[in-house]
């Protein structure tokens, strides 16, 4: 979980860099990012991945504490965890560089998939013990 912080930490650091990039540059008048209107590419890809942040990441949160809860915080919850952040990593850069689809969709489909396994292996812990 507090990988996953960090990543969502680094997201609007680098938000505000290149932000303040684009200001500097005379590329944007800092009113724009004021009512999020007509926002330069290179910093609209990380607000959307920021976006991104908060939407299947909080199913994560709540699966890590609800593993923690139940107990079944073991090494195949501590795999799938690890997994689905490192999607997230992925996904994050794919986003705010290339935005290559090609790399994005898998990348966001593995974490998916990662962070449904978590939550079946939830499902059996807490029927089967």
């Known amino acids: 979980m507090i990988a996953h912080v960090g990543l969502v930490y680094g997201l609007y650091f680098l938000l505000l860099r290149?932000?303040?990039?684009?200001?500097?540059?005379?590329e944007v008048e800092v009113s724009a990012f004021?009512?999020?209107?007509d926002e330069p590419t290179e910093?609209?890809?990380?607000?959307?991945?920021?976006?991104n942040q908060f939407e299947l990441p909080v199913l994560f949160h709540i699966g890590c504490l609800a593993l923690f809860i139940a107990e079944a915080d073991n090494e195949v919850a501590l795999i799938l965890a690890w997994l689905f952040v490192a999607s997230r990593y992925v996904h994050a850069y794919v986003h705010v560089t290339s935005n290559r689809l090609r790399w994005r969709m898998p990348a966001f489909l593995f974490g998916y998939?990662?962070?449904g396994l978590m939550w079946l292996w939830l499902l059996v812990w807490?029927?089967?013990s």
Do not use: E, Q, W
């Open 113 to 115: 998939a990662m962070l």
């Open 126 to 128: 807490i029927t089967f």
């Open 18 to 26: 290149r932000r303040t990039a684009l200001v500097k540059a005379g």
């Open 43 to 51: 910093s609209l890809r990380v607000r959307n991945n920021i976006a």
């Open 34 to 37: 004021r009512d999020i209107r």
